[in-house]
């Protein structure tokens, strides 16, 4: 199984934008997916989670009331629709793969066993 990403690109400051991710090979009827972005030189941070650990979505902070995760389960797409973008918001986004949807942290990344190979987010002022 393989996880495939699409969207990303360049925008201004309050534009937006929508990451897909959706498995190649053979999918299981439940699981959970995160995504998670990445600055060079820094540690890959967690920006939403859905179907996970009991809750239906989960966001960090930083991208609450302006990022939505969804996921179109007919299709096994992963959606994770950026709104109001901010410069800092700039990073490789990444979906990520949970085959258990109860327990853990979804904000670890430890928890994930499944990547996508990532898209660049440029956000310019």
């Known amino acids: 199984v393989q996880l495939v990403e699409s969207g990303g690109g360049a925008v201004q400051a309050g534009d937006s934008l929508r990451l897909s991710c959706a498995p190649s090979?053979?999918?299981?009827?439940?699981?959970?997916m995160g995504w998670f972005r990445q600055t060079p030189g820094k540690e890959k941070e967690f920006v939403a989670a859905i179907n996970c650990s009991g809750r239906t979505t989960e966001y960090a902070d930083f991208v609450k009331g302006r990022f939505t995760i969804s996921k179109d389960s007919a299709k096994k797409t992963t959606f994770l629709e950026m709104n109001n973008q901010k410069p800092e918001d700039s990073a490789v986004y990444f979906c990520?793969?949970?085959?258990?949807?109860?327990?853990?942290?979804?904000?670890?990344?430890?928890?994930?066993?499944?990547w996508g190979q990532g898209k660049q987010v440029i956000v310019s002022s």
């Open positions: 990520a793969f949970r085959k258990r949807t109860g327990g853990g942290n979804c904000k670890r990344k430890a928890e994930y066993g499944l």
């Open positions: 090979g053979r999918t299981f009827s439940t699981y959970a």
